[in-house]
């Protein structure tokens, strides 16, 4: 699945160690800092400011990796 991350997008993430303003060029470090998922940059599809998410994972892969994209939603200020 491709899709772009609109809604992080110019909005700020700070953890321990870590503070950026998202960009679609920096929010796949952004995510695996912050939730340990690794997610496809824009750079991996080609296309600017989308990345890719595989959902080809068993289902428990798959809730663990929505988890992770909750955790994101709740750390992004």
């Known amino acids: ?16 160690g870590y ?3 998202l960009s679609s060029s920096n929010i796949r470090e952004a995510l695996l ?3 340990g998922l690794c997610i496809n940059s824009e750079s991996w599809t080609g296309i600017p ?13 798959f809730d663990q990796a929505l988890k ?3 955790l994101f939603r709740k750390l992004v200020l």
């Open 1 to 16: 699945m491709v899709a772009r991350p609109s809604a992080y997008l110019g909005k700020n993430l700070k953890i321990e």
């Open 19 to 21: 503070e950026t303003k």
């Open 33 to 35: 800092r912050a939730t």
């Open 49 to 61: 400011e989308y990345c890719r998410f595989t959902a080809a994972l068993s289902f428990s892969e």
């Open 68 to 70: 992770c994209i909750k």
